[in-house]
């Protein structure tokens, strides 16, 4: 993550100086090019090219949420997995650490990641980089959220509950129930 981070705030800088000394190269040109013969064309490219890469930072963003998601959802499933030969071995330790742990990772992703993530997403708004600012203003995402929408946050935190409630009883049957609501919000949010 990390390193996701630092190769994003490169690409940034590298993006910003090539728009300043494309800018200063323009500047003679500009000063040579006629008075209402518009923005110099090599300017304009410059312009396009930050604007790609501005763009692209945005899809990276989306795209490392949606890999944030895709592990804990993996994590989730190897977690119900052994909850379940928990159960089925009657070893009521082992599944209330497993459904406990399964819980956990809905929570996470309910809020796109755990608090050191929350600790990035918090920076980037605090800098003006809200990714669905557009959404937010409609009361579809919550501040600072990529993929993930209020109303598919509510059903995965009332899963992450309901799971969690089943540690002190565990119940195959309605933990797959459980799972499969897991299951529907996610391959939503993933598409």
């Given at each position: 993550?990390?390193?996701e981070?630092?190769?994003?705030r490169s690409l940034?800088?590298?993006?910003?100086?090539a728009?300043?000394?494309?800018?200063l190269l323009?500047?003679?040109?500009?000063?040579q090019?006629?008075?209402?013969a518009?923005?110099?064309?090599?300017?304009?490219?410059?312009y396009?090219?930050?604007?790609?890469?501005?763009?692209?930072?945005k899809?990276?963003?989306?795209?490392l949420?949606?890999?944030i998601?895709?592990?804990?959802?993996a994590?989730g499933?190897?977690?119900?997995?052994?909850a379940?030969?928990?159960?089925a071995a009657?070893d009521a330790a082992?599944?209330?650490s497993?459904?406990?742990?399964?819980?956990?990772d809905?929570?996470q992703m309910a809020t796109?990641g755990?608090?050191?993530?929350?600790?990035?997403?918090k920076?980037l708004v605090?800098?003006?980089?809200?990714?669905n600012?557009a959404g937010?203003a409609k009361?579809?995402?919550?501040?600072?959220?990529?993929?993930?929408t209020r109303?598919a946050?509510?059903?995965l935190?009332d899963?992450?509950?309901?799971?969690?409630k089943?540690?002190?009883?565990?119940?195959g049957p309605?933990?797959?129930?459980e799972?499969?609501?897991v299951q529907s919000?996610?391959e939503g949010l993933m598409?």
């Open positions: 993550m990390e390193h981070m630092t190769a994003c940034v800088r590298l993006l910003g100086a728009a300043l000394g494309a800018l323009a500047v003679p040109a500009a000063a090019t006629p008075s209402g518009g923005t110099p064309k090599e300017m304009v490219s410059t396009n090219t930050l604007a790609d890469g501005l763009l692209a930072l899809s990276t963003e989306a795209n949420v949606r890999s998601l895709a592990a804990a959802n994590h499933q190897v977690e119900l997995t052994r379940q030969k928990a159960i009657s082992g599944a209330r497993a459904i406990e742990a399964l819980a956990a809905v929570a796109e755990d608090n050191s993530v929350a600790a990035v997403r920076k605090d800098a003006g980089q809200n990714h600012s937010e009361g579809i995402y919550d501040s600072g959220y990529v993929i993930v109303a946050k509510q059903k935190l899963s992450s509950r309901a799971i969690a089943m540690a002190a009883s565990p119940n309605a933990l797959d129930a799972w499969k609501k919000v996610v598409k």
